[in-house]
């Protein structure tokens, strides 16, 4: 059984998101498919709220001196809206695709923070606001090397 995992493929199959869905990337079928797109995004906020209060509550002093955070790939906003609520004094930005951050922000008006915008962008194509941070939560597991090296890190600082 061990030789079948050291068959090598020419060319490698693809991922299984990709098999399952047509060769799309995750990202294109969200594109493609707003009820998609809607689902993942719920899911994800569902992770992020848990990882974003525990994260203000004993990471404090990584928000130290910072007075604007850029959430990169923020979809829904969840984690920027509690770090918002737990610092008033950070502007927080929520930077994601035009369409994701436009139904994010029209479900936040109900509970807006002066201290919280979005912005729609591609991270690929378009400028990431300025900001004292980046915020990457899930979304560094989706990027290379050499993305975040030529694109992010000579131009802004990162808290750890």
């Known amino acids: 059984m061990s030789a079948w995992f050291r068959i090598e493929q020419s060319p490698p199959p ?21 009820g998609f797109g809607q689902l993942l995004a719920e ?15 004993n990471c404090k002093e990584a ?12 979809s829904t906003g969840t984690t920027a809206k509690v770090i918002a609520e737990a610092f008033p004094s950070i502007h927080c ?32 194509t378009d400028d990431i606001p300025p900001a004292d941070a980046l ?11 050499h993305f975040l090296t030529e694109r992010v890190v000579y131009n802004v600082s990162l808290f750890s």
Do not use: Q
């Open 93 to 124: 930005t929520v930077f994601d695709l035009p369409n994701v951050v436009a139904a994010a922000a029209a479900a936040a008006s109900a509970e807006s923070l002066p201290n919280l915008d979005y912005v729609g962008g591609d991270m690929f």
């Open 43 to 57: 899911s994800m906020g569902g992770d992020s709220w848990m990882f974003s209060r525990a994260m203000v509550a």
């Open 14 to 34: 693809p991922p299984p998101f990709a098999f399952a869905h047509g060769g799309k990337k995750l990202y294109e079928v969200c594109s493609a498919d707003a």
């Open 135 to 145: 915020l990457f939560k899930v979304l560094i597991n989706n990027l290379c090397c």
């Open 63 to 74: 928000f130290e001196g910072l007075s604007s955070l850029v959430d990169v790939g923020g």
